[in-house]
């Protein structure tokens, strides 16, 4: 983990609200050996307001450049999506713990919804990477707001997309659900959505297979001093998102 300036080769809007950054770290160091699942402490104004960092999942890391694709929410994702390309932010990175693909995998699945999405992508690459084959399951609001799903399809993953509004997602979660009794997944890892998470949780007791989630908590400092990111796990003790996760198995989350 460290601090970094870097400056901004892009920031672009690649959905709907939604706007993918790229950096590269001024001293040319880039994040070699950053996992998927980690994430960067953005430092949104070079006033003090806002006066705290937010935290955004890396979306891919490729040599001395690495990624993010956020959504605007509030005052610092607005002042985020106003950066000029060409100019530079300042970044701590990476944080936390990332995804552990176990090694004998060879079906992977990604459930992933809205800007949840995100840290699936670089997760994809990786196990693509690993030889493995990867089943992506997508879903959004609209099909402006699908993330994610361009760069998928061209590394190769098998991608099946739900559009929603209420987060039903009813459709993609039954075919997850047939996909794995037919052929099973022996890793499923999820982010952005409860239902989604109940979903790999049930598999998970049902089946036996093994399942992350990405927590998004909010976070103030990002490096476990402040503990206001801390959840209450499904066995009764604390943990905290930015340090002990943010990638938790899912059975230690309460759904
Ligand atoms: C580990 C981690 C990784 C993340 N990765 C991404 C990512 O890749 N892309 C992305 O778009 N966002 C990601 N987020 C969420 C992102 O950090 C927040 O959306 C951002 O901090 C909002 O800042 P803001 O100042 O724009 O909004 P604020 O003004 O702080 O909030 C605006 C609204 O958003 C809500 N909100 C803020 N943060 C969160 C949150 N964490 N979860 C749920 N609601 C929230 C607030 O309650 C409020 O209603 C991640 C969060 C964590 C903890
Ligand atoms: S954000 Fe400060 S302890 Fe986690």
Same mark, same amino acid.
């Given at each position: 983990?460290?601090?970094?300036?870097?400056t901004?080769?892009?920031?672009?809007?690649?959905?709907?609200?939604?706007?993918?950054?790229?950096?590269?770290?001024?001293?040319?160091?880039?994040?070699?050996?950053a996992?998927?699942?980690?994430?960067?402490?953005?430092?949104?104004? @070079?006033?003090?307001d806002?006066?705290?960092?937010?935290?955004?999942?890396?979306?891919?890391?490729?040599?001395?450049?690495?990624?993010?694709?956020?959504?605007?929410?509030?005052?610092?994702?607005?002042?985020?999506?106003?950066?000029?390309?060409?100019?530079?932010?300042?970044?701590?990175?990476?944080?936390?713990?990332?995804?552990?693909?176990?090694?004998?995998?060879?079906?992977?699945?990604?459930?992933?919804?809205?800007?949840?999405?995100?840290?699936?992508?670089?997760?994809?690459? $990786?196990?693509?990477?690993?030889?493995?084959?990867?089943?992506?399951?997508?879903?959004?609001?609209s099909?402006?707001?699908?993330?994610g799903?361009?760069?998928?399809?061209?590394?190769?993953?098998?991608?099946?997309?739900?559009?929603?509004? @209420?987060? *039903?997602?009813?459709?993609?979660?039954?075919?997850?659900?047939?996909?794995?009794?037919?052929?099973p997944?022996?890793?499923?890892?999820?982010?952005? *959505?409860?239902?989604?998470?109940?979903?790999?949780? @049930?598999?998970?007791?049902?089946?036996?297979?093994?399942g992350?989630?990405?927590?998004?908590?909010?976070?103030?400092?990002?490096?476990?001093?402040?503990?206001?990111?801390?959840?209450?796990?499904? @066995? !009764?003790?604390?943990?905290?998102?930015? $340090?002990? !996760?943010?990638?938790?198995?899912?059975e230690?989350?309460? !759904?």
């Amino acid at each position: 983990m460290r601090g970094v300036f870097a400056t901004i080769l892009q920031n672009r809007a690649v959905a709907e609200d939604i706007l993918k950054m790229v950096l590269r770290g001024k001293d040319g160091a880039g994040l070699a050996g950053a996992r998927p699942g980690q994430f960067l402490m953005v430092r949104c104004s @070079d006033t003090s307001d806002p006066l705290l960092r937010r935290p955004m999942s890396l979306y891919d890391v490729s040599g001395d450049t690495f990624s993010i694709v956020y959504r605007v929410v509030g005052a610092g994702t607005r002042l985020m999506a106003k950066m000029p390309e060409g100019g530079e932010v300042h970044v701590i990175a990476p944080l936390g713990n990332g995804f552990n693909l176990p090694p004998q995998s060879g079906r992977v699945a990604l459930v992933g919804r809205g800007v949840g999405a995100a840290p699936l992508v670089f997760l994809a690459k $990786t196990a693509i990477a690993q030889g493995k084959r990867v089943f992506g399951f997508i879903s959004a609001t609209s099909r402006e707001s699908l993330v994610g799903v361009e760069d998928l399809s061209k590394m190769g993953v098998e991608l099946q997309t739900g559009v929603d509004t @209420d987060g *039903s997602s009813t459709e993609l979660l039954d075919l997850i659900r047939e996909r794995h009794s037919a052929e099973p997944f022996d890793y499923v890892a999820t982010c952005g *959505s409860r239902r989604m998470l109940r979903l790999v949780q @049930d598999l998970r007791t049902a089946t036996g297979v093994p399942g992350e989630v990405l927590l998004e908590t909010r976070m103030a400092c990002g490096i476990g001093v402040c503990k206001g990111c801390v959840v209450m796990t499904a @066995d !009764g003790t604390y943990k905290k998102v930015c $340090t002990d !996760g943010p990638v938790f198995p899912v059975e230690l989350i309460a !759904g």
